[in-house]
């Protein structure tokens, strides 16, 4: 990424963010780092997006992401603005990355240690799988390398300069993915146990996709979490806490409850916002954190709408029904993170995508937030996540009805697996497309941007530089992709190009 050394050039320079996400904050950090004036404009009361808690009976419940990875991203960022993560936030890492049943008596543990998991899967499913499993983790580490310098760190990658830049070893390693070919399919060339076949596929959810569609290279999540997942010391809100703290030691200025308007375009580039009370905020450049469907559906003015490409509603990655809640469980022994996986797994996503309905037989994830690595034998309430996928349809068709034979459908998959919930109406907060799609307009409630479906689907997402110049952009729906360091990354690459514009004007 380029650095820019003159901070006297920088100190004259005013830049303004629409949007406190990991996006937003990451790019406001970075940009403080080289000398830029920095002011944030949220519409929320406190930083994060999506990196959100609900209060659930007087509990504090992460409802947004609750697995943390990459932490270097984050390492790399607090170190350009001389401090460092660890100075700010606690990370224990996690042993075990989740616990997966398909019944009451079919549980599967998956290790951050390699030849734990094998040992389990070897139990489970049969020594065949568990070396189809140590092949599979193999093949999801040659993809990881070949794809983080050329694509994840790159400004702007295309499948021609991708494969100038990896240079022949990178690119046999990407071939080996199989980038033509479906998740879905390249799972079958490494497990025979469809439920192995269910529990990886599943990586294609973290961006909001279908494991039917997307293609192979999204293996690479298995490296991601076999790297190390952690658990956050005072949820994962800690995170977007910290990125301002420190933020804001570097000077930048945060202000919540300010609503965007429009983006000011003057002499062809952006020259500052405009908001909702008609209050004009000049600057020499805006960095927008926001969904690119509401930049494109013109929420930002006619002017930021014409630099971004269309964001077809087809296109939409998943929703979810969430139930943030505080109460007691009984039966299964939970983990932190715990998979409960549906009967019909062609038709979950059949339903989701192709008839954008809720599923019968839903896949469900639960997070159990003051677990670690162990069950815990208490009957006290306890702070629980519980999501299904959904379709990004928040603004169009979802009947009560429908949302209530899902939430029906969702707890019964839970007692079949064992777990027992009790779900005090005072102690649950359930969040459905339709809220998302609220505080997130334009999306439909799609948590991910656009779905990562076939192989040229992770180059067209917008990069962060736009057809208006001075104006750019940063989040889940923009290169890298979706997830907490991606999006991270997206504004540290966000900074960078919006440095190295300014520095050349």
């Known amino acids: 990424m380029t650095i820019v050394s003159d901070l006297g050039l920088m100190r004259r320079r005013h830049v303004a963010v629409i949007g406190a996400g990991m996006g937003g904050l990451a790019a406001a950090l970075a940009l403080a780092a080289r000398g830029c004036r920095v002011t944030v404009l949220e519409?929320?009361?406190?930083?994060?997006?999506?990196?959100?808690q609900a209060m659930a009976g007087g509990a504090a419940v992460d409802a947004g992401p609750t697995v943390f990875?990459?932490?270097?991203?984050?390492?790399?960022?607090?170190?350009?603005?001389?401090?460092?993560?660890?100075?700010?936030?606690?990370?224990?890492?996690?042993?075990?990355?989740?616990?997966?049943?398909?019944?009451?008596?079919?549980q599967l543990d998956l290790f951050a240690d390699i030849e734990r998991s094998a040992a389990a899967i070897g139990a489970f499913a049969g020594a065949a799988e568990a070396r189809g499993y140590r092949d599979f983790c193999a093949r999801a580490g040659r993809?990881?390398?070949?794809?983080?310098?050329?694509?994840?760190?790159?400004?702007r990658p295309t499948t021609l300069g991708l494969a100038a830049r990896a240079g022949p070893g990178r690119i046999v390693g990407l071939l080996g993915g199989a980038p033509f070919a479906s998740l879905w399919q390249a799972l079958g060339s490494h497990f025979a146990d469809p439920r192995l076949r269910q529990l990886f596929g599943r990586?294609?959810?973290?961006?909001?996709?279908?494991?039917?569609?997307?293609?192979?290279?999204?293996?690479?999540?298995?490296?991601?979490?076999?790297?190390?997942?952690?658990?956050?010391?005072?949820?994962?809100?800690?995170?977007?806490?910290?990125?301002?703290?420190?933020?804001?030691?570097?000077?930048?200025?945060?202000r919540f409850g300010a609503e965007v308007a429009r983006v000011v375009v003057e002499r062809g580039r952006a020259a500052g916002v405009v908001l909702a009370s008609d209050e004009r905020i000049?600057?020499?450049?805006?960095?927008?954190?926001?969904?690119?469907?509401?930049?494109?559906?013109?929420?930002?003015g006619a002017g930021a709408a014409r630099a971004v490409p269309l964001q077809p509603a087809a296109g939409r990655s998943l929703s979810a029904v969430t139930w943030a809640m505080h109460a007691p469980t009984a039966g299964f022994p939970l983990l932190r993170h715990n998979v409960f996986f549906g009967?019909?797994?062609?038709?979950?996503?059949?339903?989701?995508?192709?008839?954008?309905?809720?599923?019968?037989?839903?896949?469900?994830?639960?997070?159990?937030?003051?677990?670690?690595?162990?069950?815990?034998d208490t009957a006290a309430?306890?702070?629980?996540?519980?999501?299904?996928?959904?379709?990004?349809?928040?603004d169009g068709p979802i009947s009560p009805e429908e949302i209530a034979a899902c939430e029906t459908a969702t707890f019964a998959q839970l007692r079949h697996c064992?777990?027992?919930?009790?779900?005090?109406?005072?102690?649950?907060?359930?969040?459905?497309?339709?809220?998302?799609?609220?505080?997130?307009?334009?999306?439909?409630?799609?948590?991910?941007?656009?779905?990562?479906?076939?192989?040229?689907?992770?180059?067209?997402?917008?990069?962060?530089r736009t057809g208006l110049p001075g104006f750019y952009l940063a989040g889940g729906s923009t290169h890298p992709g979706a997830g907490v360091p991606m999006a991270a990354m997206s504004g540290r690459l966000a900074a960078s190009c919006l440095l190295a514009d300014l520095a050349s004007t």
Request: aromatic share 10%.
């Open 43 to 52: 519409l929320a009361a406190m930083p994060g997006g999506k990196l959100r």
């Open 282 to 300: 000049g600057a020499d450049a805006v960095l927008c954190n926001a969904d690119c469907a509401a930049v494109a559906a013109g929420l930002f």
């Open 69 to 106: 990875t990459l932490p270097w991203v984050l390492e790399e960022l607090f170190a350009e603005a001389g401090t460092s993560l660890a100075d700010h936030v606690t990370l224990v890492p996690a042993e075990v990355l989740a616990r997966h049943a398909w019944g009451p008596r079919e």
């Open 343 to 376: 009967t019909d797994y062609a038709g979950e996503f059949a339903s989701l995508f192709g008839a954008r309905r809720l599923p019968a037989a839903p896949t469900v994830y639960v997070c159990a937030q003051d677990r670690g690595d162990a069950p815990l």
């Open 418 to 464: 064992g777990l027992v919930l009790e779900r005090p109406p005072m102690a649950t907060v359930r969040t459905t497309p339709a809220e998302f799609h609220q505080a997130f307009p334009a999306t439909g409630g799609a948590l991910y941007g656009q779905a990562v479906h076939g192989w040229q689907a992770t180059f067209r997402r917008p990069a962060a």
């Open 143 to 155: 993809v990881w390398h070949s794809l983080e310098r050329d694509f994840i760190r790159a400004q």
């Open 203 to 254: 990586y294609a959810t973290y961006c909001g996709s279908s494991p039917f569609a997307a293609p192979a290279t999204l293996m690479l999540v298995a490296h991601v979490e076999r790297s190390g997942v952690w658990y956050v010391a005072g949820g994962m809100v800690r995170l977007a806490a910290a990125l301002r703290s420190v933020a804001e030691g570097l000077g930048v200025r945060f």
């Open 381 to 394: 309430p306890e702070r629980l996540l519980v999501l299904v996928n959904a379709p990004a349809s928040g």
